[in-house]
């Protein structure tokens, strides 16, 4: 049975654009979709997942198309889910947002928890519907890469569009992932060009995208400065996180909370093998 691409809705105005989002993106990888409300004690579910479906069936109305309600905690309820979908699917507020904060405290809690990608849908229109036919992708030293550019590449190609890979170097370039204790490639990364780590990080991916369009971007600065500059043109913006021994969830590091909180178009959070 092919895995589903899962949505989350709450039924928020940020929620339905989720919806809209991840029904063109089932559309273009030929998966299911399925609604997920959570939330304990919620009375109205049944209202929230009628919605959220129509919103789909305008969408994409040749997509398969279920729903599942479970009152439990938001997030546990989520990432819980994510261990069998293609990836998970956000809105970058739901209703139970903070005042101040550009990414409900349940997306954060999501992207840092889940195993599979997961999207959070934020931006203008035009970035959210595919404006800009450009994919966008950080690439750090070291060994966290990897994954993230399978996954971009992949975006790249059901929309038939180029992919932007973007690599940041110099003092205060920052990490998409939390510091930790060099490993051995790391230091080796260090000492190689810049473009070398772009390229080394782009070579084994490419042999499985060999039709791909890259544009290759290293940039001296702050790597989220880079990003959100990057992801001006976009309609995805993806960005890896690791695991380390001993902690629980991923490790999000300063970038990836940059661009999940200001990023211009949908982010995309792929944890790494």
């Keep these: 049975m092919t895995i589903p691409l899962v949505v989350g809705v709450d039924g928020s105005e940020a929620s339905l654009e989720a919806v809209d989002w991840a029904a063109e993106e089932a559309m273009r990888h030929d998966v299911p979709l399925r609604l997920l409300h959570a939330a304990a004690g919620d009375g109205e579910a049944a209202d929230v997942v009628d919605a959220a479906a129509g919103r789909a069936r305008t969408a994409a109305p040749t997509v398969p198309l279920s729903s599942r309600v479970l009152h439990e905690e938001a997030a546990a309820a989520l990432a819980g889910e994510g261990r069998n979908a293609l990836a998970l699917v956000l809105g970058s507020r739901g209703l139970g947002g903070l005042p101040g904060m550009l990414l409900g405290s349940v997306g954060l809690a999501v992207a840092a928890r889940a195993d599979c990608p997961v999207v959070v849908v934020r931006g203008a229109a035009e970035h959210r519907h595919a404006g800009f036919a450009t994919v966008v992708v950080g690439v750090e030293e070291g060994e966290g890469s990897g994954t993230a550019v399978d996954f971009a590449l992949r975006e790249a190609r059901a929309r038939s569009c180029r992919l932007v890979a973007v690599h940041a170097w110099g003092p205060g370039a920052g990490a998409l992932t939390t510091p930790q204790a060099p490993s051995w490639y790391a230091l080796e990364a260090h000492r190689r060009p810049p473009d070398r780590v772009l390229d080394d990080a782009l070579r084994d991916p490419l042999e499985r995208y060999r039709d791909a369009t890259v544009v290759r971007r290293v940039i001296r600065g702050p790597a989220r400065q880079a990003l959100l500059e990057a992801a001006a043109d976009a309609d995805l913006l993806v960005v890896g996180a ?4 001993g ?8 970038t990836s909370h940059a661009v999940l909180h200001h990023a211009p178009c949908p982010v995309a959070v792929v944890p790494q093998i």
Excluded: E, V
């Design 242 to 245: 690791r695991r380390r021994k």
């Design 247 to 254: 902690h629980w969830g991923l490790q999000l590091g300063l």
